[in-house]
């Protein structure tokens, strides 16, 4: 599905708590200044990675040559067209223990090597809690730059250090999917070689997530374990078709309340209970805060980045545990989310732009930010408010102004929309 363009935001990101002694502390903090217990890894995932070249002092560099950058690209796409996606491997709910050849983190926690660590050319090693990457001295040898290029595959995100030692310090490795390459040039000769090899840190996923909805601070966890997003993302031939259908009813089968999203509905309802004990948990505003949170605290994409393919649809567990989805994720995440909490919630398509739905009576119609419009789709006394919760935040029922509803069909730009578009319920 496609993603559409950045709505108005309530989120902000200024603090957060700390899940050991509770004190707010800075977004940014990586030890909280009360009990100093460290948090960085319990933050909001805006960076999974951060590389440090030890070798020049422990600081940060980010300078490689648009021709080596364009080199290693190409390197990589090729390498990746022979390997397949790296976490498409072993992909069935078989096999979930660490092989042999693992780098074991803690009892539920470790890390597997592919590509060039398989060939010799690439190891790596825990030193400190850091994972230390290094080219053999076969593979080294001869060269005295080496860029290193470390992609996180959940997040379609990048960075990139220089340095003249052929290793790579990764401080504080995260749960995820890597693909890490390096350029080895010499100032010398000009040959040039790359490597790429393939990092997957297994575990169970806890995220702290932090957001705000009409002027309060909610803070809620969500925990995926290992084995129940390896049992959503393997290859059920039952949901095979759906995957990369184009249709809402598609999108439809992916919703469930089972899991991570049962338990997460569950927290949300607490965190807004506690925030006003009087609240009600039935009715439109409290919805609207459901799709708050995914709104803000999730990272939108496309599966293209994502998953390599037009059309991917992915169960509410996989979009928690890697964080990101596209419009078609998000949705099917905020439906489940609300189905969890008991309201009727569905799935749209429009152009191949995925929307999430909710049945209310007596909606109220809120202010649409720049860009949007309110759209509902009225059947008799029945109200279907269609939602982008893809696009950053935006009030309950509203849409990008493309998309429409007229003389009972969905229309792009006013024009007859795709004949894929429709709504479904499960």
């Known amino acids: 599905m496609s993603s559409s363009s950045t709505g108005t935001s309530e989120y902000t990101d200024r603090t957060t708590r700390c899940p050991n002694c509770g004190n707010e502390v800075g977004r940014d903090a990586l030890f909280c200044p009360s009990c100093g217990q460290n948090i960085s890894r319990r933050s909001h995932r805006k960076l999974r990675f951060i590389l440090m070249d030890v070798q020049d002092d422990r600081r940060f560099r980010h300078l490689a040559s648009a021709a080596v950058i364009a080199v290693v690209i190409v390197a990589v796409i090729a390498v990746l067209l022979a390997m397949g996606t790296p976490w498409s491997d072993d992909a069935g709910e078989g096999n979930i223990g660490p092989s042999d050849d693992a780098i074991i983190i803690s009892d539920t926690d470790y890390i597997e090597l592919g590509g060039c660590f398989d060939d010799g050319d690439m190891s790596a090693s825990l030193d400190g809690g850091r994972l230390v990457i290094r080219l053999s001295d076969s593979a080294s040898s001869g060269f005295d730059g080496f860029t290193w290029i470390l992609r996180d595959e959940f997040l379609n995100r990048t960075q990139t250090i220089t340095k003249t030692a052929p290793d790579l310090t990764w401080v504080s490795p995260y749960i995820g999917v890597y693909t890490v390459t390096v350029s080895c040039t010499s100032s010398e000769t000009g040959e040039s070689s790359v490597y790429t090899g393939t990092i997957e840190y297994r575990g169970d996923v806890r995220t702290q997530y932090s957001f705000s909805f009409e ?33 809402a009813e598609s999108g439809c089968r992916f919703i469930t309340t089972e899991g991570a999203v049962g338990v997460l509905a569950q927290r949300l309802t607490s965190e807004y209970l506690d925030a006003d004990p009087s609240a009600s948990v039935t009715d439109q505003r409290f919805a609207d805060y459901i799709l708050c949170f995914v709104q803000s605290c999730m990272v939108s994409g496309s599966d293209t980045f994502y998953n390599s393919t037009s059309t991917y649809w992915a169960f509410p567990s996989e979009t928690l545990y890697t964080g990101a989805g596209d419009s078609g994720d998000l949705s099917v995440l905020a439906a489940s989310l609300l189905r969890a909490c008991g309201y009727d919630a569905g799935i749209a398509v429009i152009h191949n732009h995925a929307f999430m739905t909710l049945t209310v009576d007596g909606f109220a119609e809120p202010e649409a930010p720049y860009g949007y419009h309110v759209l509902v789709v009225r059947t008799g006394n029945v109200s279907t408010a269609l939602t982008d919760v893809s696009g950053g935040r935006v009030p309950l029922g509203c849409v990008g102004e493309g998309y429409g509803y007229s003389n009972g069909r969905f229309t792009y730009y006013g024009q007859d929309a795709s004949a894929d578009s429709g709504v479904a319920l499960p």
């Not at 290992?226 to 995957?243: G, L, N, V």
Request: proline share 3%.
């Open 215 to 247: 002027g309060e601070s909610y803070t809620v966890y969500v925990d995926v374990p290992y084995a129940e997003y390896r049992h959503y993302s393997s290859d059920d031939a039952a949901y095979a078709s759906d995957r990369t259908g184009r249709t």
